[in-house]
């Protein structure tokens, strides 16, 4: 639970305890539930409202995917993962394809002056 160990939750909870004292944690713990509850439910209810806004044709948005860490995840690692042949990460093999060979260049000799495009510039 959010990364804590036993030893964690226990001194969390001690530390509630001599805080709150033992009549009032209950209280405490019940309206701290009914906040996350809440919060959860806004959290829902404004994504659903962002994905009707947006339309049918982003019915698969997820939130979670504008953090920059799922969003280089999914849209760069995944392409490099994809490019090897099913080996899990640490095992990579080269692809079957071979590379593209590329187109060789024409080189200028001494004095020769460039091809000039007027488009281009």
Do not use: C
Request: glycine content about 10%; overall charge negative; cysteine-free.
């Amino acid at each position: 639970m959010f990364g804590l160990g036993w030893m964690e939750i226990g001194a969390l909870v001690v530390l509630a305890l001599l805080v709150f004292g033992p009549d009032k944690l209950p209280q405490v713990a019940s309206q701290a539930g009914k906040t996350l509850r809440n919060l959860r439910r806004m959290a829902n209810n404004a994504r659903d409202d962002l994905r009707a806004g947006l339309g049918p044709e982003y019915a698969n948005f997820d939130p979670a995917d504008l953090n920059p860490r799922n969003f280089v995840r999914k849209h760069l690692l995944d392409d490099i993962e994809n490019d090897w042949n099913g080996s899990k990460p640490g095992e990579l093999e080269p692809a079957t394809t071979a590379p593209p060979t590329p187109e060789p260049v024409n080189e200028l000799g001494y004095g020769e002056i460039p091809p000039y495009d007027s488009e281009a510039t």
